[in-house]
């Protein structure tokens, strides 16, 4: 990500015009800019978006390709595919400082200035004009398309403090300009596009492609230098024709997101995105195997029928999901007094207040939502356990079921309990072993006990009854 906007200025860059010349500065369209510094990071094999994750082979060089060309681009994808992200990482392409005319609101190039100030401090200073310096922090401009977004937020208005300051209606520097000349020499990004209102897209058409603004009735062109970049949800851009054609048109490239295609990379987005759990005197350890299953969970919504898949399953649900079931691991270990702090199966019955919000159940039937999001959830413990635990380790264990008491688990079984049961159950020793190592903690092996047992009852091996806040497996009939 840029750097923020308080930076200090470098004392030794050019501080007049003359000193800028002097320099060998050159000035270079902020597009040129852009594709010499994206060039210069593929030919070091440094990635241009580090922090996103999963589109190595499918995104990125549908993307490189857009900056290399010198191309607007749209990101057309659902929520939650780091669009936004990767379209303020294009900060980073940009040089580090970039000097202006000092006192300019539309970053001014010294050596072409455009606005009425600008040129008119040039004209009469000449060699000796003030520069300022601007960091790239300072050259993204960004605006969340909403209905009611007038053409003045974007381009700009007739200031009526100017004018009743005493100049007239005809001066140029009546003009307020708006966001996008404001972005002048660097990147302007429009969040939601589709939502811009139709005739706020049609004065984006010139900046697009004649690359200046008219501003009311002023016989006044600004041609602009500027990066222009958007995003829409494709149900928008393709269906509801909310994007107008000649707009659509002039976008040089399209680029497709998407949501992660597998399970590892769900959960290394997890890693990086879920808060970190953290209280004085307690150790927190997530176990692969429940971070596959909160990845899980996801992968399957995507796929299922009674998840609306027009409003996308975001990567957030995952996120969500991870630090929701850390926090009921948390609760349930302070309370009973516990240092370390391991989610189990039984922390899964948290999620639905962190998953209902995020995805839309489609169902006629009342009351229907808590059996899908149960559904949802048995499946993704069942897949996982199918995949980490291998069949023939889990023959000895249904056998060790036969003629005993059921086994209970639950939010107030201690961890120790657990261990204790290896020691009644050997055969349990080798399904565990399989998901957490030898070593594993007290927790940990707390943690695998419960995926195996759920395991084998959701493959229809063990019964389960739920008896108040535990539940109870034993050998089938």
């Not at 300051?165 to 969040?191: C, K, M, Q, W």
């Not at 969970?297 to 009674?306: F, T």
């Not at 996308?312 to 926090?327: K, P």
């Amino acid at each position: 990500m840029a750097e923020p906007t308080d930076v200090r200025t470098p004392s030794d860059l050019p501080s007049t015009l003359a000193e800028l010349r002097a320099s060998g500065w050159r000035s270079v369209p902020v597009k040129h800019e852009i594709r010499a510094n994206a060039a210069a990071r593929i030919r070091a094999g440094i990635p241009l978006f580090p922090h996103v994750l999963g589109y190595e082979d499918t995104v990125f060089p549908q993307l490189e390709n857009a900056l290399l060309a010198g191309h607007d681009v749209i990101f057309l994808g659902e929520r939650g595919q780091a669009k936004t992200r990767m379209i303020r990482s294009l900060v980073d392409l940009l040089d580090e400082w970039m000097p202006v005319v000092e006192g300019s609101e539309i970053n001014d190039d010294p050596y072409a200035p455009v606005s009425a100030h600008a040129r008119a401090l040039v004209a009469e200073m000449g060699e000796e004009t003030p520069i300022a310096w601007v960091h790239r922090s300072a050259r993204f401009g960004e605006k969340l398309a909403t209905p009611d977004t007038a053409i003045a937020d974007l381009i700009g208005e007739v200031d009526p403090i100017r004018v009743a300051e005493g100049r007239y209606l005809s001066d140029e520097l009546t003009l307020h300009y708006g966001l996008v000349p404001r972005t002048n020499r660097g990147i302007f990004a429009i969040n939601e596009l589709p939502d811009l209102a139709e005739r706020i897209q049609v004065g984006l058409l010139n900046v697009l492609e004649e690359r200046d603004i008219q501003i009311r009735g002023y016989k006044i062109q600004l041609p602009l230098d500027l990066l222009l970049v958007a995003s829409a949800n494709p149900e928008d851009y393709t269906n509801r024709g909310r994007l107008i054609t000649p707009l659509k048109d002039r976008f040089g490239s399209q680029v497709r997101t998407h949501y992660p295609l597998d399970v590892e990379t769900e959960v290394a987005i997890i890693d990086q995105e879920a808060e970190p759990f953290s209280v004085d005197g307690v150790t927190v350890r997530v176990p692969e195997h429940m971070s596959d299953i909160i990845a899980t969970i996801s992968q399957l919504a995507r796929q299922s029928p009674h998840i609306s898949q027009r409003s996308g399953v975001s990567v957030r649900l995952s996120v969500s999901n991870q630090e929701t079931m850390v926090a009921n691991a948390a609760r349930r270990a302070l309370a009973a007094g516990e240092d370390e702090v391991v989610p189990r199966v039984c922390d899964l019955e948290a999620l639905p207040a962190s998953t209902a919000g995020k995805i839309e159940i489609e169902t006629l039937e009342e009351g229907r939502d808590e059996q899908v999001l149960d559904h949802l959830i048995r499946s993704a413990v069942l897949t996982v356990f199918r995949e980490r635990v291998r069949a023939e380790s889990l023959v000895r264990v249904i056998e060790a079921f036969e003629g005993r008491d059921p086994v209970e688990t639950g939010e107030d079984v201690a961890a120790a309990d657990y261990v204790t049961l290896l020691t009644e159950i050997p055969a349990l020793g080798a399904p565990v072993d399989q998901l957490v190592g030898e070593q594993a903690s007290a927790g940990v092996i707390a943690s695998a006990v419960e995926l195996v047992l759920e395991g084998l009852h959701l493959s229809k091996r063990l019964n389960k009854d739920a008896v108040g806040g535990r539940s109870q497996y034993r050998a089938r009939a």
